[in-house]
């Protein structure tokens, strides 16, 4: 059975085999996947958004090169478990979202973390530099990218559901009103 994050917290997330993640009562619409657990300082930007528009969601750790199997498994029995967005960061050699989506034709959304040895520009490449046929959306390196991936997942939803439209365009009009509002002294 699925597992959802329900609370802001810093408790870095785990597989649902050891995971003390309380069971979700709703089945999660959006997967938050990421290579390791030193990903979740900066993914926990995109349970927060996804929490902010209540959507449900699960958040996980899977490694598409230290448990490819998990990887290939969760993937394929994605959609029909009722997901329909996957969302995956990695860094470095960041294999994880292309390994996703060869294994699904649900939407997947790359976030390139940002990385010790090269600044992120590794997780980038290997995540945006997909072959023709195998598609991956990818965002911005670090938190943008986490939010926007998070904000993504919320319109692909909204198509179909007027309640999240409206929701996003409430966010959109907040967020204009406070650049409006904000004076330089
Ligand atoms: C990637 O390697 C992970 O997504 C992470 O960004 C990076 C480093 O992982 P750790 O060595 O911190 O586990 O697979």
């Known amino acids: 059975m ?4 329900t609370k802001k917290s810093t408790q870095k997330p785990t597989n649902s085999r050891n995971s003390a993640i309380p069971q979700s009562r709703n089945s999660p619409l959006v997967a938050i996947i990421m290579g ?3 990903d979740w ?17 699960e958040c996980k750790v899977i490694s598409a090169h230290r448990s490819p199997s998990l ?3 969760f993937s394929s029995t994605a959609e029909k478990r009722g997901l329909e967005v996957i969302i995956a960061a990695a860094g470095g050699a960041a294999h994880l979202a292309g390994v996703l989506a060869a294994h699904t034709t649900l939407p ?11 600044n992120g520009i590794d997780s980038l490449l290997a995540t945006v530099q ?7 959306g990818t965002l911005a390196i670090g938190k943008p ?21 409206e929701k996003l365009h409430r966010f959109r009009e907040a967020q204009e009103e406070k650049i409006r509002a904000t004076t330089l002294k």
């Open 2 to 5: 699925p597992r959802q994050r």
């Open 36 to 38: 390791s657990q030193s």
């Open 41 to 57: 300082e900066t993914m926990r930007h995109a349970d927060e958004t996804l929490t902010q528009f209540g959507v449900a969601h």
């Open 71 to 73: 990887a290939s498994e």
């Open 108 to 118: 997947v959304l790359g976030v390139p973390m940002r990385s010790e040895a090269l």
């Open 130 to 136: 997909m072959p023709a046929g195998i598609p991956v």
């Open 145 to 165: 990218g986490a939010v926007n991936a998070a904000l993504f997942a919320v319109a692909i939803l909204a198509n179909s559901r007027p309640d999240l439209r």
